[in-house]
């Protein structure tokens, strides 16, 4: 079975910081890869998503991912954190049997 | 278009009682996903509907079932519950696996 790995359980910034959370996955085939993100008492929304072409792909908010397939990885990234990211965000990887395999996630606090 | 609605938003169950948790899919999606989420072990994959079949099924013992009609609405159903059941019950829709999820805003489950 597929599993994908948050390496940072939680992460606290300074507002401005920037950040870089870790997401790798196992599965060796084709992949498409997500990013979702949770804020304090809401629904889980996208946050971008990849599935082919430029591996740079950019989302809402400021944020982007890299995808190195080389590295099984899907890394979250954003120059300069706000105090509203703060949330719990999860990454997430679905082969083309639309199963979706979903990170432990990784809670992110930003201090004003 | 609506997004994807769960009813009812919170439950509280006694341990042994069984529960039906609904899921109306976005307007022309025929997959819908259900997942468990607790603090302490993130999103945990239940079953994917499509077409009224369960396309995909997750780790979960035989009390966890659920059903697709032709409208593509599910329900969950969990019987015997445990204290162990309570958590949020998350049922995702999807139109084609490139585009990812959109979620409901959740079950609350609470089992005393």
């Known amino acids: 079975a597929q599993s994908v790995s948050q390496h940072n359980h939680h992460v606290i910034l300074s507002e401005a910081a920037s950040l870089e959370l870790g997401c790798n996955y196992s599965?060796?085939?084709?992949?498409?890869l997500f990013w979702y993100v949770q804020y304090p008492g809401q629904h889980l929304q996208l946050l971008l998503k990849?599935?082919?072409?430029?591996?740079l792909v950019k989302g809402i908010k400021g944020f982007e991912a890299e995808f190195i397939k080389s590295k099984f990885s899907f890394n979250l990234r954003k120059p300069s954190v706000q105090w509203s990211d703060t949330a719990e965000y999860f990454c997430a990887v679905s082969n083309t049997g639309n199963q979706f395999y979903f990170g432990t996630g990784t809670s992110l606090t930003v201090i004003p | 278009k609506a997004g994807v609605t769960q009813t009812p938003r919170y439950l509280i169950k006694t341990r042994g009682q069984q529960v039906t948790l609904s899921c109306s899919p976005i307007s022309g999606h025929r997959s819908v996903s259900w997942y468990q989420q607790t603090p302490g072990q993130g999103l945990q994959f239940l079953f994917e509907y499509f077409s009224e079949t369960q396309r995909n099924k997750g780790n979960f013992p035989g009390r966890f079932s659920g059903r697709q009609f032709s409208n593509s609405r599910s329900e969950m159903n969990v019987s015997t519950l445990e204290l162990g059941d309570s958590a949020l019950y998350l049922c995702?829709?999807?139109?084609?696996?490139?585009?990812?999820?959109?979620f409901g805003s959740g079950t609350r489950l609470t089992v005393v």
């Open positions: 995702a829709s999807s139109g084609t696996v490139d585009y990812g999820y959109t």
């Open positions: 599965y060796g085939g084709t992949v498409n």
């Open positions: 990849y599935f082919s072409g430029d591996p």
